[in-house]
């Protein structure tokens, strides 16, 4: 955090710029809004922003484990109102289990630290799946790659970034 904020003084974060650009390739244009504090969680955000938690769309980087044992990571989008309910997901997706992946996993897979985790704006494409209770809300918010940073997007918008599949995270 401390890094980010000292960037930030010089202008947008790497991270804030490979999310602006990634969204463009997508065709969207987007708006950072930077808070004045981090917002590790998307109660946090909510407030910040006075918005419903359930607008908030989480980024959640887990490890799913096929039923060999490999494992791949893939990203869930889901509204801070609730919890994946990770034993549905995996039937859903046909593995075995899925496991929370760690923050160094996280790193590596996003760019990213944990809190900031943006939809888009990785090394690399990540499988990503959205969970289309987001899609109640007519407005969503997503971090932008930084703690301290937020966008807002349309449901459709959120699936098209990200080439999302939409599903159920939870029964």
Same mark, same amino acid.
């Given at each position: ?39 590790? $969680?998307?109660? *946090? ?10 607008? +908030?769309?989480?980024?959640? %980087?887990? =490890? /799913? ?12 989008? $889901?509204?801070? *109102? ?10 859903? +997706?046909?593995?075995?289990? %899925?496991? =929370? /992946? ?15 985790? *943006? ?53």
């Amino acid at each position: 955090m401390r890094e980010e904020a000292g960037v930030r003084e010089q202008g947008m974060h790497r991270r804030n710029i490979a999310v602006v650009e990634s969204a463009a390739v997508k065709g969207l244009e987007i708006e950072i809004r930077f808070l004045d504090h981090g917002a590790p $969680t998307a109660k *946090a955000a909510a407030g910040h922003l006075g918005v419903d938690v359930g607008a +908030i769309a989480n980024s959640l %980087i887990f =490890r /799913a484990i096929g039923r060999s044992g490999a494992g791949r990571t893939i990203l869930v989008m $889901t509204s801070g *109102a609730h919890r994946v309910d990770t034993a549905h997901l995996a039937e859903v +997706i046909d593995v075995a289990r %899925i496991e =929370r /992946a760690t923050p160094d996993q996280v790193l590596k897979a996003t760019g990213q630290i944990i809190g900031g985790v *943006a939809p888009c704006g990785h090394p690399a494409p990540v499988e990503t799946y959205v969970d289309r209770a987001l899609s109640g809300y007519p407005q969503l918010w997503a971090a932008a790659g930084t703690v301290d940073s937020m966008f807002p997007l349309s449901y459709e918008e959120l699936v098209r970034l990200t080439d999302g599949t939409e599903v159920e995270v939870a029964p």
